[in-house]
Every structure is written in structure tokens, then in C-alpha cells.
T-cell receptor
């Protein structure tokens, strides 16, 4: 049971390049999320998808786009990467967009932009 | 404006003793609080949660206390074990499932 799978695990980009981070889940969860983690700042929500076919902005959406391809997959795209987007990106899922449902996280994508 | 704060970046405790991790928040609209544990090169894993209508929740060695008047919650680990060494994140739920995370506290449990 893989849970939440993120690909790739590591990536180095040059400023201005584009990149899509992939997330797939086999938990049959309805809701999916993308976070970034920066030193000293905890995790911040970039975008989320309450259910298949819907996406909404989180706390720090600028510079990113997302696609909820189907129930299993939720991708995050950087159209023109900037050094400020160097971070560790985590995908998470939950049964639904309800308060008492914990989120389950993938192991992250470590992205460096030069 | 940091709505959820963990003011101690690190904590060192002896094996067998109690670990107390603290978290403060500013928004009284938070309705659920969660603690996550994170090992290096892995994603956070859910540990324990508490509803804003309760003041205590226990799960084995882990207990979370909520003081709404002080806007403060704490995670107690008793007894602490070396395998508990990790970064602990406090998170608060604002609307539905959207979480606001604290900065994390790195716990080191020494044998």
C-alpha cells in the first residue's frame, strides 16, 4: 500500500525553466493538497482540491498552477521557476475537506532552483 | 502574520522523562488542532488531535492539552523514547480541512 506517492524526489532547475510535480494516491481520498516547507516557516498551503474537478488557492499560490487530473492524481506546475521557489514540496490527502480528518503526506519533492 | 507559533526550535530530553512541546495560536476561529511528527527525508505523519471543545486528548504515551483562554496547546510524551526524536509540528484547522502549521520543534531524546 503506497499511500501518497510524489515524483520526482529531487530536482534541480535553472531560473525560468518549467516543471510539473506529480502526486498520486491510492487511499481513495477525495481531497488533495500541495504544501511547501521552508526553513523556520513550517508548511504552507499552496493549492488544494476539495474533490475531483475542483481546485482552490491556499496561502501562497503565486507562481504555481495545479491540475486535479482524476481522483487519484493532483499535479503542481511551476511555469517559470524562480530561486524563491526553492523548497521541499509535500502533497497530502484526506477523506474530505472536514476539520477532524487528518491529512496523509507523501515523502516530498526537494526542488532547487539556481 | 504567524497565526500558529512554536517558539522553541529545539528541545532535548533524557530517555524515560517527559517531553513537553508547546504551541500558541492567535485565531479563536480554529476548531481543531493536530500534531504531526516528521523524520528527516519523510513526510509528516499524523500523531494526535483535539477538538476546540475539549481540553485534553490521550493516545498511549501522547497527550494533548488545550487551553482556549490562553490560546495555547501542548503535547506531552511520557515516557520519552529515543525513537521519538523528530520534528513535531503543531497545526490548526481554520476552514474545513485547511491547516495552518507552526514552525516545528525538533525533539532530541537522549539515551
Amino acid at each position: 500500500n503506497a499511500g501518497v506517492t510524489q515524483t520526482p524526489k529531487f530536482q534541480v532547475l535553472k531560473t525560468g525553466q518549467s516543471m510539473t510535480l506529480q502526486c498520486a494516491q491510492d487511499m481513495n481520498h477525495n481531497s488533495m493538497y500541495w504544501y511547501r516547507q521552508d526553513p523556520g516557516m513550517g508548511l504552507r498551503l499552496i493549492y488544494y482540491s476539495a474533490s475531483e474537478g475542483t481546485t482552490d488557492k491556499g496561502e501562497v499560490p503565486n507562481g504555481y498552477n495545479v491540475s486535479r487530473l482524476n481522483k487519484r492524481e493532483f499535479s503542481l506546475r511551476l511555469e517559470s521557476a524562480a530561486p524563491s521557489q526553492t523548497s521541499v514540496y509535500f502533497c497530502a490527502t484526506s477523506t474530505g475537506l472536514v476539520s477532524n480528518q487528518p491529512q496523509h503526506f507523501g515523502d516530498g519533492t526537494r526542488l532547487s532552483i539556481l | 502574520d504567524q497565526q500558529v507559533k512554536q517558539n522553541s526550535p529545539s528541545l532535548s530530553v533524557q530517555e524515560g522523562r517527559i517531553s513537553i512541546l508547546n504551541c500558541d495560536y492567535t485565531n479563536s476561529m480554529f476548531d481543531y488542532f493536530l500534531w504531526y511528527k516528521k523524520y528527516p527525508a519523510e513526510g509528516p505523519t499524523f500523531l494526535i488531535s483535539i477538538s476546540s471543545i475539549k481540553d485534553k486528548n490521550e493516545d498511549g504515551r501522547f497527550t494533548v492539552f488545550l487551553n482556549k483562554s490562553a490560546k495555547h496547546l501542548s503535547l506531552h510524551i511520557v515516557p520519552s523514547q529515543p525513537g521519538d526524536s523528530a520534528v513535531y509540528f503543531c497545526a490548526a484547522n481554520l476552514q474545513g480541512g485547511k491547516l495552518i502549521f507552526g514552525q516545528g520543534t525538533e525533539l532530541s531524546v537522549k539515551p
